[in-house]
């Protein structure tokens, strides 16, 4: 299966800017995985948000709420992070933050298991 590793986050002042990075692997290095990828926010007492995605091509959509203050972007060498650059953050920003694959591509094997795995979460805490 493809393993969502987070990091990043904590907290930070309001104004201020944070940066998160995601990557997603399988244990084997005898096949190559691309993915799409995606990031969603867990806010207190409200429902999971989309934040943005990209796709394997480079392409990037973002939510309302973040376009223009939050920008997705790749790495193009191996293991190809996957990072969530934020700025202008507000105290409306905090919560956790997730990443997860949207589609998976490559060998057959990338895909035993499914399309969509899903990091552990990152909090982000922004103090007003």
């Known amino acids: 299966d493809v393993v969502v590793v987070q990091s990043g986050g904590g907290p930070v002042q309001a104004g201020g800017s944070l940066n998160l990075s995601c990557t997603a692997s399988t244990a084997s290095t005898a096949y190559a995985c691309t993915y799409d990828m995606s990031w969603y926010r867990q806010s207190p007492g409200k429902e999971r948000e989309f934040l943005g995605r990209?796709?394997?091509?480079?392409?990037?959509?973002y939510g309302d709420s973040v376009r223009g203050r939050f920008a997705i972007s790749q790495d193009n060498t191996d293991p190809y992070p996957v990072y969530l650059r934020m700025s202008s953050l507000t105290p409306e920003d905090t919560g956790m933050y997730y990443c997860?694959?949207?589609?998976?591509?490559?060998?057959?094997?990338?895909?035993?298991?499914?399309?969509?795995?899903w990091g552990h979460g990152t909090q982000v805490t922004v103090n007003s």
């Open positions: 990209i796709d394997t091509t480079g392409q990037t959509t």
């Open positions: 997860k694959t949207d589609r998976i591509y490559g060998d057959w094997r990338c895909k035993v298991g499914g399309q969509t795995f």
